[in-house]
């Protein structure tokens, strides 16, 4: 017997509803998810049209009481039963249910209101953990509330209405937190538009004969084109480096592929979508194209979504979610910066854009290009072994030469007496920079909170004895492995080498730029760092400043390093490399890698050279020595050689099982039984387990957090651990009040 969940309406609201029916023997063979069904329907058994959800041979209803379906739509194969099936694809690979699946493909329909309809739009992230914090202290009990609902909602972003009604939005709480800066109250109207100024399209000029492709480029070209139209079809990796002229590729092959009267879909990182990009997209393809970004209301999306169905343009560009973009006949993917790990997201199901685009291509007969100057080592061992075809730009447009890069010890600057923030070449460097009218970029390699311990005389940092991870700090002064669970006491000096300036991490672009002004007071310095880029639009203020030259240096986080061409920075300076050497992550060598590359990929965009300074505490470690030389190659060799060892991904392939819930104990005790389980299902010579442990966060918003890890050298085998847990988890009241989250790594 097989029976099929059914829904009736590809509506938010109407999915939770499916329907059980019957399949006839003869519709056996055809009825898979994402088909198009005629049903009988209600009372009067009106036949109506569903879409198959999900088929299997068990039912909670008596079989009895099933109606059967009335035969399968062999129509032409819709765009909404295309997507049904992505949904189903993506509930197999990273687990959550279908629903959790389906509400991830298609986006909320959502009418715009009236003008008045209000938003609460977080402004800024790091100050409102910190106020979340003290709000928690002092029993402020409605601005915590209404901060965690903020930390939570999608884009930051509430409507102000529905959390007034769900009691999350004292008028009180939005009155101080707006004072303080930290929430902004918008109108809602303002996001329905794509890119805030441009709805509507821009003029499109047509490509000029400067734009013809190098002759590197064109051969890039024509290797993609053997591979697409002669060849297996493979996913193409572009490595190539900054500057090399991939998104100059990649517009080329939009523009063929839209002339076959196909549609295109580009994902770039949130980070890198600035005002630049969107032009650079806008002058090429004018109306065609819509841009979005992630700060997107669910229902500007919608409308977006909605032109697209339409064919009322034909690339869409912006984040992740734009995956699931209806196109009818959708030819082409590209994803650039194809390693960023915002293709990734936090919420279930955690579907993988990369994955989930190169399954989306195969059902719909598509084409998926991946560029990065720093591939994922996923990415790269897939090319290498021949799943994708690897093409390469090698060089930078007009010859353009890489930066020239050097590495200041910070351990021997401590030594020689010079204890500030600037290495004694920077400090030089940066004069004869300003002087010759150049200018500056200064990276402070930092993304929120540096909880490590680290040795200011040596560069020691404080890790865990059973797995190759710094320990985080924590306020009650023990030092915790996130993986394991480990713990010891902080000491109060270096283990390594006794010196006494060993603590927490700290330094902001704050203390930087005091630095910078004492050094070289006629500078002209500005910030960049989740302080100034509070406003909206002040990003885009900041970096059009910046390269108009009206300052000589940009100071800033990790937002600086990406997306931006300034012709007129010959330098770059890394001040603290390590930072991100030191997370808690088996991907912590791969990202610094990344971002050295990337900020010294700033330096020397322009007709002259450039330089780039790193300052770290390892300078022999292999992260910082590959992306001094540029070598990707031989980083992509340590680190592989790495991952085998430790059995990491992608030498294996992990599920992280993430569990939450506010009862500590019945957390601890519910980890603990599915680790018990999953050791039984799964012998130990097939797979490892670590955990159950708490996570780099233990707690957030009340909840406890903890995870279990399981390693092994056979995908298949855990996608078979992950649905018999999900089984498990389903069935066991231990598990009744526990959030359970999978991660496919
Ligand atoms: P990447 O995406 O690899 O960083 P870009 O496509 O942004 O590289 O190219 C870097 C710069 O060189 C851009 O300003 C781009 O307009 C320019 N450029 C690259 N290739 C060409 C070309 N064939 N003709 C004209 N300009 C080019
Ligand atoms: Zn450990
Ligand atoms: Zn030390």
Not at 269 to 284: D, G, K, M, N
Not at 478 to 490: A, K, N, P, V
């Amino acid at each position: 017997m097989m029976v099929a969940e059914v829904v009736v309406d590809i509506t938010h609201e109407k999915l939770d509803k499916s329907f059980s029916y019957l399949v006839p023997p003869s519709l056996e063979a055809g009825a898979a998810p994402g088909m198009a069904v005629r049903i009988p329907f209600g009372k009067g058994n009106r036949e109506i049209k569903g879409y198959i959800l999900s088929v299997s041979d068990k039912t909670d209803v008596e079989p009895g009481k099933l109606k059967s379906i009335l035969s399968l739509e062999n129509t032409e194969e819709s765009v909404d039963s295309r997507l049904i099936a992505l949904a189903s694809y993506i509930k197999e690979h990273y687990g959550g249910t279908m629903v959790q699946a389906m509400k991830t493909v298609f986006p909320v329909r959502e009418k715009v209101k009236d003008k008045e309809a209000r938003t609460l739009r977080l402004t800024d992230e790091e100050r409102a953990r910190e106020y979340l914090e003290v709000a928690r202290k002092k029993h402020y009990a409605a601005r915590e509330r209404l901060l965690c609902a903020l930390l939570e909602a999608e884009g930051f972003c509430l409507d102000a209405a529905k959390a007034r009604q769900a009691g999350a939005a004292s008028d009180d709480a939005v009155s101080f937190l707006e004072k303080e800066g930290i929430l902004k109250k918008e109108s809602r109207r303002a996001y329905r538009e794509a890119w805030p100024g441009t709805a509507g399209g821009g003029k499109r000029t047509p490509p000029s004969e400067d734009d013809a492709l190098t002759p590197e480029q064109a051969k890039a070209l024509s290797e993609i084109q053997e591979e697409w139209e002669g060849g297996a079809g493979r996913p193409v990796l572009l490595h190539g480096v900054t500057g090399s002229g991939k998104t100059h590729l990649y517009m080329e092959l939009i523009r063929r592929t839209v002339e076959q009267g196909r549609q295109v879909i580009v994902l770039i990182p949130e980070i890198s979508l600035t005002y630049q990009t969107v032009t650079r997209f806008e002058a090429r393809f004018g109306e065609q194209v819509s841009v979005v970004n992630s700060r997107l209301s669910a229902g500007a999306r919608y409308d977006q979504f909605c032109r697209a169905r339409k064919g009322e343009i034909s690339i869409m560009v912006g984040p992740r979610s734009c995956l699931f973009t209806p196109f009818s006949n959708l030819g082409l993917i590209i994803i650039d910066e194809e390693h960023e790990p915002a293709y990734k997201g936090d919420m279930t199901p955690r579907y993988h854009a990369r994955e989930t685009a190169i399954a989306r291509a195969g059902m719909e007969g598509a084409r998926v290009l991946l560029g990065s100057a720093t591939p994922s080592l996923e990415a790269y061992r897939r090319a290498l072994m021949g799943t994708y075809r690897l093409v390469r730009l090698a060089g930078r447009y007009e010859g353009r030469s890489l930066a020239q890069v050097s590495v200041t010890d910070l351990r021997a600057e401590l030594m020689a007496g010079n204890r500030s923030l600037f290495g004694r070449e920077l400090k030089r460097e940066l004069s004869s920079c300003l002087s010759s009218g150049h200018q500056a970029m200064l990276f402070l390699n930092r993304r929120g909170y540096a909880s490590f311990m680290t040795c200011r005389s040596c560069g020691y940092v404080a890790k865990c004895r059973h797995c190759d991870v710094s320990l985080s700090f924590h306020m009650n002064g023990r030092l915790i492995c996130h993986y394991c669970g480990y713990q010891e006491d902080s000491p109060q000096s270096c283990p390594s080498c006794h010196s006494p300036y060993f603590g927490g991490m700290r330094a902001g672009t704050e203390q930087v730029e005091a630095a910078v002004k004492k050094i070289l007071p006629s500078a002209r310095v500005m910030r960049m760092d989740f302080d100034t880029t509070r406003k909206k639009g002040s990003y885009e203020e900041i970096l059009s400043a910046f390269s108009r030259h009206e300052a000589d240096i940009l100071v800033g986080t990790q937002m600086i390093v990406k997306g931006h061409d300034f012709p007129d920075v010959t330098l770059v300076g890394v001040l603290a490399a390590d930072l991100s050497l030191s997370e808690s992550d088996f991907r912590c060598a791969e990202r610094t890698f990344q971002l050295l590359t990337q900020a010294v990929g700033r330096s020397g965009r322009g007709a002259e050279g450039g330089k780039a300074i790193i300052q770290t505490y390892h300078p022999e470690h292999y992260a910082i020595t590959c992306a001094s030389s540029q070598d990707y190659e031989a980083f992509y060799r340590e680190e592989m050689s790495y991952r085998e060892l430790m059995d990491y991904p992608p030498a294996a392939a992990m599920l992280v099982i993430l569990g939450s819930s506010r009862d500590e104990e019945k957390l601890k005790e519910a980890m603990h039984y599915l680790a018990l389980f999953i050791r039984r299902i799964c012998p130990a010579d097939k797979a490892s387990l670590i955990g159950p442990a708490p996570l780099p966060v233990g707690k957030i918003k009340d909840a406890y957090r903890q995870s279990i890890r399981v390693r092994t050298r056979k995908e298949e085998a855990l996608l078979r651990i992950r649905e018999l847990a999900e089984r498990y988890i389903a069935l066991n009241m231990g598990f009744q009040d526990i959030f359970i989250q999978f991660d496919m790594e």
